[in-house]
C-alpha cells in the first residue's frame, strides 16, 4: 500500500507539551469543536519537531508553508497500568493560501462552503491514490446540517518508517463556520479498536463552535484581505 505524503507527514507527529488534558476534561480544538475526553486517555497540547519535518524546520513550518497558518496540536496518550497507547489530535485553518498550495487559487473568491467542498474532493482524491482504506464511495461524506456544514469520514493507513509498519486511523473532519474552514484530525492505533472507537465517539459528539461573525473577521483578517 502506497504511502500517503500527506497523511505519512501527519503520521509522524509526535506531539508534546506541558499543558495535559485529564481524562475527565475536555479537549477544545479551534473550529472543530469542545469534547468531552474519554476516560483513560489524555491531550498534551503543543507541537514537537518529529524527524521527518526536519528539513523543513519543523512541524509548524511544514504546514505554514501549505497555507496552514492557524493551528492547534495535541498528543494522545492512553493508559492502562503498564499498557500505553498513543494518537494525536490537531485543527488547521484552510484558506487562500492552501487552496494556492493544491492549485486552485481561482476560486479565492468562491464562498466558503464552495471552498470547503473543493478541499473536501481535493482531499478524497488525494487518499484515494495513496491507498487509504476507508468504507463506501469516497473517505469523507458531505453532512447535510445547514447549521453545520461539514464533511467527515475515517480512514486507516498502513505506513513503513525505518523497518517498521504502523497500521493507522485517522478521523477527519472539514467544517465551515460560514467564514473560515477548519481541518481535523485524530489519529489512533488502528490496532486498538476500543481506543479508536472511543475517539470516534468523542468527536461524535462534540459541541460545535459558534459560527463566525463580522467582528470575528475584523479581529482575525480574512484570507482573502491577505491576498488582495
Known amino acids: 500500500m502506497k504511502k500517503s505524503f500527506f497523511l505519512g ?3 509522524a507527529l509526535l506531539l508534546a507539551g506541558a499543558l495535559q488534558v485529564s481524562a475527565a476534561d475536555k479537549l477544545t480544538l479551534s473550529g472543530i469543536g469542545t469534547m468531552e475526553v474519554p476516560k483513560g486517555i489524555t491531550y498534551s497540547k503543543g507541537a514537537q ?26 498528543t494522545m496518550t492512553w493508559k492502562n497500568g503498564p499498557d500505553f497507547s498513543y494518537g494525536w489530535a490537531m485543527s488547521q ?6 487552496l494556492q498550495d493544491i492549485g486552485e487559487f481561482k476560486h479565492k473568491d468562491d464562498k466558503p462552503e464552495a471552498q470547503m467542498d473543493l478541499i473536501a474532493g481535493w482531499l478524497n482524491k488525494t487518499l484515494i491514490s495513496q491507498g487509504a482504506s476507508f468504507e463506501g464511495p469516497a473517505p469523507l461524506k458531505k ?22 509498519t504502523y497500521n493507522e486511523a ?24 476500543d481506543i479508536t472507537e472511543a475517539v470516534k465517539k468523542m468527536v461524535q459528539k ?18 482573502l484581505t491577505e491576498w488582495e
Open 49 to 74: 519537531d518529529a524527524l521527518p519535518f526536519m528539513k523543513d524546520g519543523g512541524t509548524k513550518r511544514f504546514f505554514i508553508r501549505r497555507g496552514m497558518t492557524k493551528s492547534d496540536y495535541y
Open 143 to 164: 453532512i447535510k446540517d445547514s447549521r453545520h456544514p461539514r464533511w467527515e469520514g475515517f480512514v486507516t493507513v498502513k505506513t513503513r518508517e525505518q523497518g517498521i
Open 206 to 223: 462534540r459541541k460545535f463552535p459558534r459560527k463566525a461573525n463580522l467582528l470575528d473577521l475584523s479581529k482575525k483578517g480574512t484570507s
Open 170 to 193: 485517522y478521523t477527519i473532519l472539514l467544517q465551515c463556520d460560514g467564514y473560515f474552514t477548519t481541518l481535523g484530525i485524530f489519529n489512533t492505533d488502528a490496532d486498538r479498536g
Open 9 to 11: 507527514a501527519l503520521a
Open 93 to 98: 485553518e484552510t484558506g487562500i493560501p492552501f
